[in-house]
């Protein structure tokens, strides 16, 4: 693992965002693995001012995000989809057909599961963005005794409802469902960049990163992979 340090998140945003251009530069139709959550959102800023300089072109790209909340339409504001074009697809020429989220609005969950993976597996992710929950949730893979290899279906932790409820009139809008790519196929992606900004974070990316590998936190799965380069803030990286 790479691990780096920023005093400016300015910075850590830009460098993020230069991983996933030079992406593009090297091989423009890549398949890029998305995230939401706030972490993410200078970054996608950063993705856009380059863009905007001509710097990237997405038009060629393939990308799919993490993770979708069961029950919630693509327009409701709360909705990864939304989170997504506000962010970041209503202001890049990446062709709407190119980018895909699970849909947690379908009847047949397990269906859509099962087609997501083929997806997956038809278009492998050549770079995979990831944030990082308090409880070492990646994508929404919580804490288990065990854990699932491919897209499926989980129930929240009540820690991850409350701590997600800030976008929300009240926790009992939260989701108590979600959709998300498995670990097993968060860790088919070629390279992978974690993002973790905040005080709040220190201690949980001190165990993802220097404890144990276990399902009892998610993202130390990630140790096992060849090429993770993991970009922290000041305050997240004090531990460290
Ligand atoms: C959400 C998302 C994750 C995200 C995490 C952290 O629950 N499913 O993909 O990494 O929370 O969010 P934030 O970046 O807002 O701390």
């Known amino acids: 693992m790479e691990l780096k340090c920023f005093d400016d998140i300015s910075e850590l945003d830009r460098y993020a965002a230069q991983i996933f251009a030079d992406t593009l530069k090297t091989k423009p139709n890549a398949t890029l693995g998305l995230a939401t959550g706030s972490t993410p959102i200078g970054i996608y800023g950063k993705m856009i001012e380059m863009y905007n ?60 599961c099962s087609h997501y993976d083929r997806m997956l597996t038809e278009q492998p992710i050549d770079v995979q963005l990831l944030g990082l929950g308090h409880n070492g949730h990646i994508g929404f893979n919580e804490p288990d005794d065990e854990l699932q290899g491919g897209t499926h279906i989980v129930e929240l932790e009540e820690a991850t409802r409350t701590a997600n409820a800030r976008f929300f009139d009240s926790i009992t809008e939260v989701p108590t469902k979600a959709i998300t790519m498995g670990v097993g196929s968060i860790l088919k992606a070629d390279s992978i960049v974690l993002v973790v900004k905040g005080a709040d974070k220190a201690g949980i990316v001190k165990k993802a990163l220097r404890g144990p590998i276990t399902t009892e936190c998610p993202a130390s799965l990630l140790q096992t992979h060849k090429k993770v380069v993991v970009l922290v803030d000041r305050e997240a990286g004090r531990l460290l």
Not at 53 to 61: L, Y
Not at 82 to 111: C, E, N, T, W, Y
């Open 53 to 112: 300089n001509g710097e990237v072109s997405f038009k060629d790209a393939t990308t799919f995000n993490l993770d979708e909340y069961v029950g919630l339409s693509p327009e409701h504001e709360q909705s990864y989809a939304h989170f997504m074009k506000q962010h970041l697809f209503d202001h890049i020429d990446l062709p709407r057909r190119q980018s895909h989220l699970p849909s947690g609005m379908v009847s047949d969950l397990q269906a859509e």
